[in-house]
C-alpha cells in the first residue's frame, strides 16, 4: 500500500513537470515572434534604400544620375574643320610646242583632279622656229642663251592657291625651253611642291629642270620624269601617285 501511494505521487510530480515544460516552451515562441528585429537588419534595410537617396541627391547638386548620359558620344562623326583631310590644290601647267607634252599634261590634270594651264608663249613658235639643224633658228638661238627669256600671253589667276604645282616641257637641247624659266621667275613657290616632267623622243629627263630648281630654290621640288609622247594614263598615273601629292 505504501508502495502504491509513493508511485502515485511520483507519477504527478512528473506530470506536473511536463505541464511546465509545455508552458515555457509556448511562451518562449510568443517571444520570438513579438520580438524586435535585430541591429543589422535595420542596417541592411538603410543600405537598401541608398540608391534612392543618391538619385535624390543626384538631383538635388544638378548632375545626372545616369553617367553614360553625360559622356561624349565617340560614334558621332567629327566635323571636316577638325580632324577632315586637307587635300592639296594642284595645278599643272605645260608648254608644249608640237602638243607631245599637252597630251601628257592632260591625262596628269585628269588622274589627279587638276587645274591645268597652258604656258602660251606670246609669239607662237612655227616649224621654222623649232628647226633644231639650224643653228640660227630662234629655238637654236634661245637655248645658246641662258639669258633670254621669251614673252608669254596670259598668266596664272590666283597661283597662291595651290599647294602643288607639275611643270611640263619638251626636251630642247638636254634642257627645259628657256619660256620654262620665264614660268618660274613670273611667280613666287615658296613653300609649294613642284616636280617637273617633260616629253622627248630619245632624251632622258637628266638634269633638265637643274636651272628651274636654281630660281624656285625655296619651294620643295620632287623627282622628276621624262615620257614618251604615247605614255599610257597608267604610266603617268604611276609617277603622280609616287609623288605622295594627291
Excluded: H
Excluded at 183 to 209: H, R, V
Excluded at 218 to 225: F, R, T
Excluded at 230 to 237: K, L, P, Q
Aim: negative net charge; contains cysteine; charged residues 25%.
Amino acid at each position: 500500500m505504501k508502495r502504491k501511494k509513493i508511485a502515485a505521487g511520483f507519477l504527478a510530480i512528473l506530470m506536473a513537470l511536463s505541464l511546465a515544460a509545455c508552458g515555457e516552451g509556448k511562451e518562449t515562441a510568443e517571444n520570438v515572434a513579438n520580438a524586435e528585429p535585430p541591429q543589422n537588419y535595420a542596417e541592411e534595410s538603410q543600405t537598401q534604400e541608398q540608391p534612392e537617396a543618391l538619385s535624390e541627391a543626384g538631383e538635388e547638386s544638378g548632375q545626372p544620375d545616369n553617367m553614360s548620359d553625360a559622356a561624349p558620344d565617340m560614334d558621332s562623326p567629327a566635323s571636316e574643320s577638325d580632324n577632315g583631310p586637307k587635300d592639296s590644290k594642284i595645278l599643272v601647267a605645260y608648254f608644249s610646242a608640237t602638243n607631245n607634252t599637252e597630251g601628257i599634261a592632260q591625262k596628269l590634270a585628269d588622274g589627279l583632279g587638276a587645274d591645268l594651264y597652258e604656258i602660251t608663249p606670246q609669239q607662237p613658235y612655227t616649224d621654222e622656229d623649232l628647226d633644231y639643224g639650224n643653228s640660227e633658228s630662234r629655238s637654236s638661238v634661245e637655248m645658246n642663251d641662258p639669258d633670254i627669256r621669251p614673252a608669254i600671253s596670259g598668266s596664272v589667276e590666283n597661283m597662291e592657291q595651290y599647294d602643288v604645282v607639275l611643270i611640263g616641257y619638251p626636251i630642247w637641247w638636254g634642257e627645259a625651253p628657256r619660256i620654262m624659266s620665264t614660268f618660274i621667275e613670273s611667280y613666287d613657290f615658296s613653300g609649294k611642291t613642284l616636280a617637273a616632267f617633260c616629253t622627248s623622243a630619245s632624251s632622258g629627263f637628266g638634269n633638265s629642270d637643274s636651272a628651274l630648281r636654281k630660281t624656285a630654290d625655296k619651294a620643295v621640288w620632287l623627282d622628276g620624269q621624262r615620257f614618251s609622247a604615247g605614255a599610257s594614263a597608267e604610266d603617268v598615273m604611276e609617277w603622280a601617285d609616287g609623288l605622295g601629292i594627291s
